[in-house]
C-alpha cells in the first residue's frame, strides 16, 4: 500500500453542510460525501471519523495525480487559508461522486425495470386465468 493521503472537507452548500472524505491511495482517488444538518462543531465531525468512517460508501476510484513535494510551512498555511476560502469540492472528488452516483442511478433503473415486468407478467397471468374462469361454464 504506497503512498495514501485522505483528506476531508467541510463547505456549506445551501441549504445543508457537506462533508467530502477524498482517499487517494497508489495515484487513485475516491471520494465519499456525508450531509450534515447544520453547522456541525468539531467535535462531531471527529466523531463521525472515528465511529462512522468505516461505514462511508466510497466512489470507484479515479486516477488522480499526485505530486509528494516538501513546501515551505508558510506557503502551506496560505493554501490552507485559501482552501477554507475556496467553497466546493476539488473536481477529481465531484466526478468520483458523480460516477458513484451514476452507478447507484443504473442499478436503480435496473431493479424497477425487472419489478416492472414482473408485474407486467402477473398481471397478465391474472387476466388470462380470469378469462379461463368466465368461460368454465359454457
Known amino acids: 500500500m504506497g503512498?495514501?493521503?485522505r483528506r476531508l472537507t467541510v463547505y456549506f452548500e445551501e441549504p445543508f453542510w457537506i462533508g467530502i472524505f477524498e482517499c487517494i491511495s497508489d495515484g487513485k482517488l475516491s471520494a465519499a460525501k456525508v450531509t450534515f444538518g447544520a453547522e456541525p462543531k468539531d467535535y462531531e465531525v471527529f466523531e463521525l471519523?472515528?465511529?462512522?468512517?468505516?461505514k462511508l460508501r466510497f466512489s470507484p476510484a479515479v486516477?488522480?495525480?499526485v505530486k509528494e513535494t516538501k513546501?515551505?510551512?508558510?506557503?502551506m498555511q496560505?493554501?490552507?487559508?485559501?482552501q477554507l476560502q475556496n467553497n466546493g469540492t476539488g473536481t477529481?472528488?465531484?466526478?468520483a461522486l458523480k460516477?458513484?452516483?451514476?452507478?447507484?442511478?443504473?442499478?436503480r433503473k435496473?431493479?424497477?425495470?425487472?419489478?416492472?415486468?414482473?408485474?407486467?407478467?402477473?398481471m397478465f397471468e391474472l387476466k388470462q386465468q380470469k378469462k379461463k374462469e368466465k368461460h368454465k361454464g359454457h
Not at 71 to 75: A, E, G, M, S, T
Not at 92 to 95: A, D, V
Request: proline share 2%; aromatic share 4%; charged share 45%.
Open 99 to 107: 460516477l458513484q452516483q451514476e452507478q447507484n442511478k443504473q442499478a
Open 49 to 54: 471519523i472515528l465511529k462512522d468512517y468505516y
Open 110 to 122: 435496473v431493479k424497477n425495470r425487472e419489478k416492472k415486468l414482473t408485474e407486467a407478467e402477473r
Open 63 to 65: 486516477t488522480a495525480v
Open 71 to 75: 513546501k515551505n510551512p508558510k506557503r
Open 92 to 95: 477529481k472528488s465531484q466526478q
Open 3 to 5: 503512498n495514501e493521503s
Open 78 to 82: 496560505r493554501e490552507v487559508k485559501k
